[in-house]
């Protein structure tokens, strides 16, 4: 079976770095579109960044030039590298497989990870 483990998250001040790690396993990540994701109650899911099978990267404006993904296809993991974090960065940031280019935007995949929370401080 597809599983994805999300680890990384924690509490960190405005300014500060973090690097999420997504830990695939039943999947090949090199082969596959690969996603980072992020919600907040009361709001939808929203597509933070996300990376092509060949490795092409895009991201949400709002995080262009912060957060960068990457992938190491050896271990089998996808990263979201997080510089100058804001708080309103704060979210739950969910790992996906699977998804597809899909007109102007990006449909995720079948497969997503349990999330883990980032908290950024003022």
């Known amino acids: 079976q597809v599983q994805l483990v999300e680890s990384g998250g924690g509490l960190v001040q405005a300014g500060g770095s973090l690097r999420l790690s997504c830990a695939a396993s039943?999947?090949?990540?090199?082969?596959?579109?690969m996603g980072w994701y992020r919600q907040v109650p009361g709001k939808q899911r929203e597509l933070v960044a996300h990376?092509?099978?060949?490795?092409?990267?895009n991201y949400a404006d709002s995080v262009k030039d912060r957060f960068t993904i990457s992938r190491d296809n050896a271990e089998q993991t996808v990263f979201l590298q997080m510089n100058s974090l804001k708080p309103e960065d704060t979210a739950v940031y969910y790992c996906?497989?699977?998804?597809?280019?899909?007109?102007?935007?990006?449909?995720?995949?079948?497969?997503w990870g349990q999330g883990t929370q980032v908290t950024v401080s003022p």
């Open positions: 996906n497989a699977g998804g597809r280019q899909s007109g102007s935007g990006f449909h995720p995949g079948g497969f």
């Open positions: 039943g999947m090949i990540v090199s082969v596959n579109a």
């Open positions: 990376m092509s099978s060949l490795g092409s990267a």
